[in-house]
């Protein structure tokens, strides 16, 4: 209502994530008001898009394997998926949380691939590469996977330099995204209303009385499995406190 004051206002409207439920960056609007500093937003938890260096990729969505993604010094070990536009899966959203436009992605596939590679060179030694990987990787996984690595002859006749060239890009299958696929399939927004600027007790302002940020207007962003509800509600409950104290002592 144009005109209507309020003591105390909690800004709770989290941020521009998931825009099809109503998700707006309103929160940083009434930050900046006041001065507020806000760190910049962007999409977090959410898939990669590849390009088309990838298409092998991007042409075998639905094939989910365990991997071990990494970005930077960063890595988590849980699933990974290919969709039709590049990247996603658990592994995939966790890492997106500490990616920036430029940085390369890999995966660990095959985490003992130098030994097993090796192995089926000596055991099978008429076999190409897809059917060794076969064995240990879904099948159109496999299929592009030893497209990329190139490795064409069978096994018995590679090099040792070849058979630790195919086992690092097993152990660091790397690709470099073109974007994500932004705030309409981000489960989180990572950036908002700076920390700096909020008391850590009670989520209020520190230079303006009477207004707090909570949950994920806040530049707070957690894992995948709970943390961002958890600091949601959290948050939530020390500015409730505080707000509630304020009323009771005037």
């Not at 898009?49 to 993604?69: M, S, Y």
């Amino acid at each position: 209502m144009a005109g209507a004051a309020a003591r105390q206002l909690v800004i709770a409207t989290g941020g521009p994530s998931i825009p099809k439920m109503g998700a707006t960056g309103v929160a940083y609007d009434i930050a900046r008001r006041f001065g507020l500093e806000v760190v910049t937003p962007r999409p977090a938890l959410v898939p990669f898009t590849l390009g088309e260096d990838d298409a092998l990729f991007k042409a075998i969505p639905g094939v989910a394997f365990p991997a071990v993604a990494r970005v930077r010094d960063v890595a988590f070990p849980e699933a990974a998926l290919f969709t039709h536009r590049g990247l996603s899966g658990p592994a995939i959203l966790q890492v997106s949380s500490y990616w920036s436009p430029g940085d390369p992605v890999s995966l660990c596939v095959l985490p003992d691939a130098r030994a097993v590679l090796r192995a089926a060179r000596q055991e099978m030694p008429r076999a190409h590469l897809k059917a060794v990987l076969s064995r240990h990787l879904p099948l159109r996984l496999a299929e592009a996977i030893s497209t990329r690595i190139g490795l064409g002859r069978e096994l018995g006749n590679c090099s040792d330099v070849e058979l630790s060239d195919a086992a690092e890009q097993l152990t660091a299958l790397t690709f470099r995204p073109t974007g994500t696929e932004g705030y309409a399939k981000a489960e989180v927004t990572a950036g908002g209303i700076s920390t700096a600027a909020l008391s850590s007790k009670t989520m209020e302002a520190r230079n303006v009385r009477g207004l707090y940020a909570i949950g994920e207007a806040v530049d707070v962003t957690g894992w995948l499995g709970g943390y961002n509800f958890q600091w949601a509600w959290a948050s939530g409950v020390a500015a409730g406190r505080a707000v509630a104290e304020h009323a009771r002592s005037t």
